[in-house]
């Protein structure tokens, strides 16, 4: 069982940045895959950036070259830092996470909202 904190995200002007942190805990030996999703009103939920175990990254096209996925695998975090927002990047973020040791399962954070005003 994976249990996964977010923090950070909030209200900022387009063109600013944000940092979203997730943290994961509970009984596991390793995790796969971390990584960010975000679901915008009336949209359905898209990736928006993962990163494997040995860093291995994957962007939506839409993010490349404005966010960067990272992670510690010691602290069991990753974080998301997001420059140049737009409008269209506000959205619901959840943290995502992908274990398979002890047991193969996908976990979910409670989600964080950002909101870029233009």
């Known amino acids: 069982q994976v249990q996964l904190v977010e923090s950070g995200g909030g209200l900022v002007q387009a063109g600013g940045s944000l940092r979203l942190s997730c943290e994961a805990s509970g009984r596991f030996l390793s995790i796969d895959v971390m990584g960010w999703y975000r679901q915008a009103p009336g949209k359905q939920r898209e990736l928006v950036a993962v990163?494997?175990?040995?860093?291995?990254?994957n962007y939506t096209d839409s993010v490349k070259g404005r966010f960067t996925i990272s992670r510690d695998n010691a602290k069991n975090t990753v974080t998301l830092r997001m420059n140049s927002l737009n409008a269209d990047d506000t959205a619901v973020y959840s943290c995502?996470?992908?274990?398979?040791?002890?047991?193969?399962?996908?976990?979910w954070g409670q989600g964080t909202q950002v909101t870029v005003s233009s």
């Open positions: 995502n996470a992908v274990s398979s040791r002890p047991y193969w399962g996908v976990y």
């Open positions: 990163i494997s175990s040995d860093g291995r990254t």
